[in-house]
C-alpha cells in the first residue's frame, strides 16, 4: 500500500496497460479537459489542498506539463496553476498576485510509466509541495492573497487560448484522483498517501477523474469538457472517450470495460468500483476522522465530541454534544456513522446510580449534536466497544446491581435499535479493551472477579453471536488500557498495573487472524491509563488523553505496520484534559 509502483506488475508493458485513469497525450491539441466557470475556485487567503495521482509517459516539447491551472490566459484571469518543468525538473505551485505569477518550486525528477502522487497545500503563511506523502523543499513562505477571477479550471493542458498563443504545456501521461479543497490544509506534514477513491469533504469544490461512475460530473456538480468543445458549453460524454480522442483511454473502444480496474498494491490488478490508482481492499478512501466523544474533565463527566483527522497531525476541532454527558462510553463506528453506548453518567465514581445505558449516534461526515440511537440491555460503564462495517459490539464493564459483567451484546449501526445479546466473554470484567478486522474482534485485560487483573486476550468472530474464546496473553496484566487496529493488526497501549500506582507507557501488538501471545511494539511517550481514547485509520493508531496521575490532553499516534515508540500528534484543544474519552472514526480497522 502507498507508492504505485507499475514495475512491481508482472508484464505491465508500460503505463498504457493501466486501465482507467485520463490519458493525456501532451504536445499540441492536446485536448484537455475544462471545468465549467465557477467562483468556488477562488483561494484568496484561504488554506487549501490540490492533490492528484500523477504518471508520465513522456515530457511536452514546450519544457511544461500543466496538471491543473485556473483562467483562461496566460496572466489576466488567473488564479493559480500546479505544473511540472520538465526543463528544469521543477515541481511548481504558482499563485497569481496582481496579475502576476509567484513562482513556488521544488525539485522533482518523475520517472517515466511510475504513479506518484503530488499535492501542493496552503498552510496559513507557508505553500508546501508533497511528493509522495513527504515534504519536499521544506515549507514556501507565502503571505499574499491569491487573485479572485471567476473562471473555470484546466486538467492536463493551459486553457485554450494560452495554446492559440503558442502555450502548449501539455501534460503527457495520465492524471486520476484530482481533488480540490478551498479552505483546508489536507495535508501540513509528511503522510502516507490515500490508495482509495477520495471523498468530498465539506469544502471540496472539484472532485474529478475517480468515479468510474461519475468521471463526467464529479461529487462537486462541476461538469467536465473536452477543451475542443468548451466555447460551445458541450458536456463530455462517455462515447466521446475512444482510443482516437485527444483526451481518454488508450486500451479499447470499448469505454465501458475501461472502469473498475484498481491497482491493489501488492502486484496485481483487482476488479472493484474504483479507479486505477486506487485500490486495496478498505473502505478508508482518505476518510480518516476520528471523533472523540464524552469524557472525565477532572471534575465531571462532559458531553463534548471533538473531532480531528488522523492522517495530519494537530489539535482536535469541536464537532458537536453527546446526549447527555458521560465518561467512559463503548465507542463503534462504520465508515459513516459513529455511536456512543453507555458510560458513567452525571456523578462518576458514586457508588449508586453512576451509568447510563442511552446509545447516542452521529453522522461522522457532518458536524453536529448526537441523536438517541436506543439502549443498552442494562445500565454499565467501564465496557469495550469496536464494530465492523455493519455490527457495533459492546462487552463486559460494570453496574451497580451486578458488578463485573460477562455480557457481550450487539447493534446493527445502520439501524436505530436497542442493543441485542451476542454471548459472553470467558470472565466477567471491566476496563477491558476490544478493537477487531472486519471479521474478528479482541478483547483485552481488565479487572476481573475477583478484584484482580488480567492479561488474557479473548476473541470473537462478529458476524456470529456466540461466546468468546480464548485468543492469548498479554505480555502483563493491566486494566485501564486501550487498544486500536488495522484490518491486520492490533496494538494495545498504556493501562494500569495491578498495584493501581503504576502506570504503563508499554505498546504491544497482535495478528488478528493468528491467535497467539503480545510481542513488543515500542512505547507511549507518556504513561497513561484510564481508558485513553484510542482509534485508528488503517495506517495510523492515536491514543488520545488518559490519566497519568492527573489528567492528560497530549494525543500519541503510531504507524500499525511499524513498530517503535510513539510520536506527539497534538493535543485535546478548548484547555481539556480528559481521561475515559470514547473515541471511533470512519477508517478504523474493523472496516474494510
Given at each position: 500500500?502507498?507508492?504505485?509502483?507499475?514495475?512491481?506488475?508482472?508484464?505491465?508493458?508500460?503505463?498504457?496497460?493501466?486501465?482507467?485513469?485520463?490519458?493525456?497525450?501532451?504536445?499540441?491539441?492536446?485536448?484537455?479537459?475544462?471545468?465549467?466557470?465557477?467562483?468556488?475556485?477562488?483561494?484568496?487567503?484561504?488554506?487549501?489542498?490540490?492533490?492528484?495521482?500523477?504518471?508520465?509517459?513522456?515530457?511536452?516539447?514546450?519544457?511544461?506539463?500543466?496538471?491543473?491551472?485556473?483562467?483562461?490566459?496566460?496572466?489576466?484571469?488567473?488564479?493559480?496553476?500546479?505544473?511540472?518543468?520538465?526543463?528544469?525538473?521543477?515541481?511548481?505551485?504558482?499563485?497569481?498576485?496582481?496579475?502576476?505569477?509567484?513562482v513556488k518550486q521544488v525539485s522533482f525528477t518523475p520517472v517515466f510509466d511510475r504513479w506518484y502522487h503530488l499535492a501542493a497545500v496552503r498552510d496559513g503563511n507557508?505553500?508546501?509541495?508533497?511528493?509522495?506523502?513527504?515534504?519536499?523543499?521544506?515549507?514556501?513562505?507565502?503571505?499574499?492573497?491569491?487573485?479572485?477571477?471567476?473562471?473555470?479550471?484546466?486538467?492536463?493542458?493551459?486553457?485554450?487560448?494560452?495554446?492559440?498563443?503558442?502555450?502548449?504545456?501539455?501534460?503527457?501521461?495520465?492524471?486520476?484522483?484530482?481533488?480540490?479543497?478551498?479552505?483546508?490544509?489536507?495535508?501540513?506534514?509528511?503522510?502516507?498517501?490515500?490508495?482509495?477513491?477520495?471523498?468530498?469533504?465539506?469544502?471540496?469544490?472539484?472532485?474529478?477523474?475517480?468515479?468510474?461512475?461519475?468521471?463526467?460530473?464529479?461529487?462537486?456538480?462541476?461538469?467536465?469538457?473536452?477543451?475542443?468543445?468548451?466555447?460551445?458549453?458541450?458536456?463530455?460524454?462517455?462515447?466521446?472517450?475512444?482510443?482516437?480522442?485527444?483526451?481518454?483511454?488508450?486500451?479499447?473502444?470499448?469505454?465501458?470495460?475501461?472502469?473498475?480496474?484498481?491497482?491493489?498494491?501488492?502486484?496485481?490488478?483487482?476488479?472493484?468500483?474504483?479507479?486505477?490508482?486506487?485500490?486495496?481492499?478498505?473502505?478508508?478512501?482518505?476518510?480518516?476522522?476520528?471523533?472523540?466523544?464524552?469524557?472525565?474533565?477532572?471534575?465531571?463527566?462532559?458531553?463534548?465530541?471533538?473531532?480531528?483527522?488522523?492522517?495530519?497531525?494537530?489539535?482536535?476541532?469541536?464537532?458537536?454534544?453527546?446526549?447527555?454527558?458521560?465518561?467512559?462510553?463503548?465507542?463503534?463506528?462504520?465508515?459513516?456513522?459513529?455511536?456512543?453506548?453507555?458510560?458513567?453518567?452525571?456523578?462518576?465514581?458514586?457508588?449508586?446510580?453512576?451509568?447510563?445505558?442511552?446509545?447516542?449516534?452521529?453522522?461522522?461526515?457532518?458536524?453536529?449534536?448526537?441523536?438517541?440511537?436506543?439502549?443498552?440491555?442494562?445500565?454499565?460503564?467501564?465496557?469495550?466497544?469496536?464494530?465492523?462495517?455493519?455490527?457495533?459490539?459492546?462487552?463486559?464493564?460494570?453496574?451497580?446491581?451486578?458488578?463485573?459483567?460477562?455480557?457481550?451484546?450487539?447493534?446493527?449501526?445502520?439501524?436505530?435499535?436497542?442493543?441485542?445479546?451476542?454471548?459472553?466473554?470467558?470472565?466477567?470484567?471491566?476496563?477491558?479493551?476490544?478493537?477487531?478486522?472486519?471479521?474478528?474482534?479482541?478483547?483485552?485485560?481488565?479487572?476481573?472477579?475477583?478484584?484482580?487483573?488480567?492479561?488474557?486476550?479473548?476473541?470473537?468472530?462478529?458476524?456470529?453471536?456466540?461466546?468468546?474464546?480464548?485468543?492469548?496473553?498479554?505480555?502483563?496484566?493491566?486494566?485501564?488500557?486501550?487498544?486500536?487496529?488495522?484490518?491486520?493488526?492490533?496494538?494495545?497501549?498504556?493501562?494500569?498495573?495491578?498495584?493501581?500506582?503504576?502506570?504503563?507507557?508499554?505498546?504491544?501488538?497482535?495478528?488478528?487472524?493468528?491467535?497467539?501471545?503480545?510481542?513488543?511494539?515500542?512505547?507511549?511517550?507518556?504513561?497513561?491509563?484510564?481508558?485513553?481514547?484510542?482509534?485508528?485509520?488503517?495506517?495510523?493508531?492515536?491514543?488520545?488523553?488518559?490519566?497519568?496521575?492527573?489528567?492528560?490532553?497530549?494525543?500519541?499516534?503510531?504507524?500499525?505496520?511499524?513498530?517503535?515508540?510513539?510520536?506527539?500528534?497534538g493535543d485535546i484543544n478548548f484547555g481539556l484534559d480528559m481521561r475515559g474519552i470514547g473515541a471511533l472514526?470512519?477508517?478504523?480497522?474493523?472496516?474494510?
Amino acid at each position: 500500500m502507498g507508492i504505485l509502483r507499475a514495475d512491481r506488475i508482472t508484464g505491465l508493458g508500460g503505463a498504457n496497460a493501466i486501465k482507467g485513469s485520463a490519458h493525456f497525450h501532451g504536445g499540441g491539441d492536446c485536448g484537455g479537459l475544462e471545468t465549467e466557470v465557477s467562483s468556488d475556485f477562488q483561494f484568496g487567503s484561504n488554506d487549501f489542498t490540490i492533490e492528484v495521482w500523477a504518471n508520465w509517459s513522456g515530457h511536452d516539447p514546450s519544457g511544461f506539463a500543466t496538471i491543473v491551472k485556473s483562467g483562461n490566459t496566460n496572466a489576466s484571469n488567473s488564479m493559480f496553476q500546479f505544473d511540472y518543468k520538465s526543463s528544469e525538473s521543477k515541481l511548481r505551485i504558482i499563485p497569481y498576485v496582481s496579475n502576476s505569477s509567484v513562482v513556488k518550486q521544488v525539485s522533482f525528477t518523475p520517472v517515466f510509466d511510475r504513479w506518484y502522487h503530488l499535492a501542493a497545500v496552503r498552510d496559513g503563511n507557508n505553500l508546501k509541495i508533497f511528493i509522495d506523502g513527504t515534504q519536499t523543499g521544506g515549507d514556501l513562505s507565502f503571505s499574499d492573497t491569491i487573485d479572485s477571477e471567476t473562471t473555470g479550471l484546466s486538467i492536463g493542458k493551459r486553457a485554450m487560448s494560452d495554446e492559440n498563443n503558442g502555450y502548449e504545456r501539455n501534460f503527457n501521461g495520465y492524471l486520476s484522483n484530482l481533488r480540490i479543497v478551498n479552505g483546508t490544509a489536507i495535508y501540513t506534514s509528511d503522510f502516507t498517501p490515500p490508495t482509495n477513491e477520495l471523498e468530498k469533504t465539506s469544502d471540496t469544490v472539484l472532485l474529478a477523474l475517480q468515479s468510474p461512475g461519475n468521471l463526467f460530473q464529479e461529487a462537486t456538480g462541476k461538469k467536465l469538457y473536452l477543451a475542443a468543445d468548451r466555447l460551445n458549453q458541450q458536456s463530455v460524454t462517455p462515447s466521446r472517450f475512444t482510443p482516437n480522442s485527444p483526451v481518454g483511454f488508450s486500451t479499447t473502444t470499448d469505454v465501458g470495460s475501461q472502469y473498475g480496474t484498481t491497482f491493489d498494491g501488492f502486484g496485481s490488478f483487482a476488479t472493484s468500483t474504483y479507479m486505477v490508482p486506487t485500490g486495496g481492499n478498505t473502505r478508508e478512501r482518505n476518510r480518516g476522522r476520528a471523533l472523540l466523544g464524552g469524557g472525565h474533565d477532572g471534575s465531571a463527566a462532559t458531553n463534548h465530541i471533538h473531532q480531528l483527522s488522523i492522517q495530519s497531525q494537530g489539535n482536535t476541532e469541536e464537532f458537536g454534544d453527546l446526549t447527555i454527558a458521560r465518561w467512559i462510553p463503548a465507542p463503534s463506528s462504520s465508515s459513516t456513522r459513529g455511536v456512543w453506548s453507555g458510560g458513567g453518567g452525571y456523578n462518576p465514581g458514586s457508588p449508586t446510580g453512576s451509568y447510563v445505558n442511552f446509545i447516542d449516534f452521529v453522522t461522522i461526515a457532518n458536524s453536529s449534536n448526537a441523536t438517541d440511537f436506543g439502549d443498552q440491555t442494562a445500565e454499565k460503564g467501564y465496557h469495550a466497544g469496536f464494530s465492523n462495517e455493519t455490527r457495533g459490539i459492546i462487552a463486559g464493564g460494570y453496574n451497580d446491581s451486578v458488578g463485573k459483567i460477562d455480557v457481550i451484546e450487539f447493534i446493527t449501526i445502520a439501524t436505530a435499535g436497542n442493543a441485542q445479546d451476542f454471548g459472553d466473554l470467558t470472565a466477567a470484567r471491566m476496563q477491558l479493551a476490544a478493537t477487531g478486522s472486519p471479521t474478528r474482534g479482541l478483547f483485552f485485560g481488565g479487572a476481573a472477579n475477583p478484584n484482580v487483573l488480567t492479561n488474557v486476550v479473548d476473541f470473537i468472530t462478529i458476524a456470529t453471536t456466540g461466546n468468546a474464546q480464548d485468543f492469548g496473553d498479554m505480555t502483563a496484566p493491566t486494566k485501564y488500557g486501550n487498544a486500536t487496529s488495522s484490518n491486520t493488526r492490533a496494538i494495545y497501549g498504556g493501562g494500569l498495573a495491578p498495584n493501581d500506582t503504576t502506570y504503563v507507557n508499554t505498546i504491544e501488538f497482535f495478528t488478528i487472524a493468528s491467535t497467539g501471545n503480545a510481542t513488543d511494539f515500542g512505547d507511549l511517550t507518556t504513561a497513561r491509563s484510564t481508558t485513553p481514547g484510542a482509534t485508528s485509520n488503517n495506517i495510523r493508531g492515536i491514543f488520545a488523553g488518559g490519566f497519568a496521575p492527573g489528567n492528560l490532553n497530549s494525543i500519541d499516534f503510531v504507524t500499525i505496520a511499524t513498530t517503535g515508540n510513539a510520536s506527539d500528534f497534538g493535543d485535546i484543544n478548548f484547555g481539556l484534559d480528559m481521561r475515559g474519552i470514547g473515541a471511533l472514526s470512519d477508517s478504523h480497522g474493523g472496516l474494510s
